[in-house]
């Protein structure tokens, strides 16, 4: 996967939004193994992020550039046109490599290696990386409220700009919860929680849409407020008579005041749930996955509001868990 793929855009696109949403500037650079091109590179990127001259010298502080996961660095600094101004502050973003290993994650954070079946792929990885790491470009005091916040940050903004249905069938777990399963952190696991909830329902209405639409089936759509996700009970099969299958009764006899037949049919009835959804989509219901078509973080109206939900939703999640 490049950086250029459709996932790392959006990704990209996320953090734009959060940069918007808290005017804290986030520069990411390109990764250049030749330490003084990196150094010239990094220079012209910073500054025209930020718009001042503070850069266009030595920047041999920058020395993280052949690192395979990535880093952030914030960087404090004065305008030399203007020494008695504020200090200012930009963070730098060095995306990990297209394939970077889950396993490494584990290893740095100190939670040991992921089963097989429960390992990310080097494209998911790479997302919550630097998901990651542009949370903490938002850093202030080094204190482990910031490492919650950011493992739960990029955990939920994965989850709702990848929208990946794993978790619907409740057999396997989606990259995001196997990234906070990686990262250590309570508050991440049930960020991940989080952004099933929020897809679960997307998915649970739009499947309802169509098969009102296109099966005109008389459908109830039953809430559930949970977020503890792998708890939730998945049916086996449909359940008679919440299925949409067509039924009859008995009607008048032929003739009889006006009718036509001895059975008279009644529109046909379902009923979408969190424990029936994965039927609907995978299963006997055939609305495919996901009944309507997936687009980043699709449930909020922009990605400026899904990134300002995002950080909000991570910061209580740190101060909590």
Request: glycine share 8%; with cysteine.
């Amino acid at each position: 996967m490049s950086l250029t793929s459709d996932l790392m855009v959006a990704v990209f696109t996320f953090i734009s939004a959060l940069e918007g949403n808290t005017g804290y500037k986030i520069a990411v650079l390109d990764r250049i193994e030749d330490p003084q091109q990196f150094w010239v590179r990094s220079a012209a990127i910073l500054c025209k992020k930020t718009g001042d001259n503070f850069c266009d010298t030595e920047m041999r502080f920058m020395t993280a550039n052949t690192e395979p996961t990535g880093m952030s660095r914030i960087i404090e600094y004065k305008a030399k046109d203007n020494p008695s101004a504020p200090v200012k502050r930009v963070c730098a973003i060095l995306p990990p490599i297209n394939q970077v290993d889950s396993t490494s994650i584990g290893e740095a954070m100190g939670t040991g290696f992921p089963a097989s079946d429960q390992a990310p792929t080097s494209a998911d990885t790479q997302a919550w990386l630097t998901l990651y790491h542009a949370a903490h470009c938002l850093d202030s005091t080094g204190a482990a409220f910031e490492e919650k916040r950011a493992a739960a940050f990029a955990t939920l903004a994965l989850a709702i700009i990848d929208g990946d249905p794993t978790f619907t069938a409740g057999m396997r777990r989606s990259p995001p919860r196997q990234m906070a399963v990686i990262s250590g952190q309570e508050a991440a696991y049930w960020a991940a929680g989080i952004g099933e909830r929020l897809i679960m329902d997307l998915w649970k209405l739009e499947a309802a849409e169509r098969l009102r639409d296109d099966y005109d089936c008389e459908v109830a759509m039953v809430p559930n407020s949970s977020i503890d996700m792998e708890r939730i009970p998945r049916d086996v099969q449909l359940a008679q008579g919440d299925a949409c299958a067509p039924t009859t009764s008995s009607g008048s006899p032929a003739g009889e005041s006006g009718g036509t037949s001895g059975f008279i049919s009644t529109p046909p009835k379902g009923k979408v749930t969190d424990s029936n959804l994965w039927i609907w989509m995978y299963g006997t219901g055939g609305l495919g996955v996901p009944p309507k078509p997936w687009t980043p973080w699709k449930m909020f109206g922009s990605a400026s509001e899904a990134a300002r939900y995002t950080w909000t939703t991570a910061e209580t999640l740190a101060k909590q868990k």
